[in-house]
């Protein structure tokens, strides 16, 4: 674990209480978390081509005793990720939808991570009305529009109903995801640069 190029950041949502790890790991063996919103925490990995893993990706979670190895302080473990994330997924997609004012954007995996892309969040909420909204129900999955497009906010509902519904037949096999990469189903608003938990669109 030496190259600090292969840091990512990885979006995941708290465990509920009655299912987390008996015996808890040491300390200095917990993966580094910063606290984002809602339920969502942001932890950081080494990225591994795998070509055994389904994704073709395998990931090393890093702990703060690593930090000292990869050159990188745990304070500063965000933004070398969200660097490293830009420069592993260059072929950024944004596809519209053609009834509403909401876009899917694809990055090839961690579609959730672009959450930290600061640059990327305000040009993409210069082509919505209103603040902006996502929906990333999923850690490959990332929907956006703007709180003055109820209809595009609606697009972003029925999204993350067909992620957590992929079980079924009739779900969308386009939303499918891992169970292990599922992360939640409220809608995110970003206000002053801050996100929170979308309760309501004026």
């Not at 299912?19 to 993966?31: C, H, M, N, T």
């Not at 892309?117 to 919505?128: H, M, N, R, S, T």
Request: hydrophobic share 45%; glycine share 6%.
């Amino acid at each position: 674990m030496t190259d600090p190029s292969l840091i990512v950041p990885l979006m995941k949502a708290r465990v509920p209480a009655e299912v987390q790890l008996e015996f808890p790991l040491p300390a200095d063996e917990e993966p580094v978390r910063d606290a984002f919103a809602g339920e969502l925490y942001v932890t950081y990995a080494l990225e591994h081509a795998d070509e055994s893993a389904p994704s073709g990706r395998r990931y090393e979670y890093i702990a703060r005793r690593h930090c000292a190895e990869l050159g990188v302080e745990p304070d500063g473990l965000r933004a070398r990720a969200v660097l490293n994330l830009r420069d592993r997924r260059p072929e950024l997609g944004l596809n519209w939808y053609p009834d509403v004012r909401a876009v899917t954007v694809t990055v090839g995996g961690l579609e959730a991570s672009l959450l930290l892309d600061e640059g990327f969040l305000d040009k993409l909420a210069q082509d919505v009305e209103g603040d902006l909204v996502v929906a990333a129900p999923a850690r490959d999955v990332f929907v956006a529009s703007g709180t003055g497009h109820p209809e595009g906010v609606d697009k972003l509902r029925w999204a993350v109903a067909q992620v957590w519904a992929r079980e079924r037949s009739d779900a969308d096999p386009a939303w499918d995801a891992p169970a292990s990469a599922l992360l939640g189903h409220e809608l995110l608003v970003r206000r002053a640069g801050a996100w929170e938990i979308l309760t309501t669109v004026s």
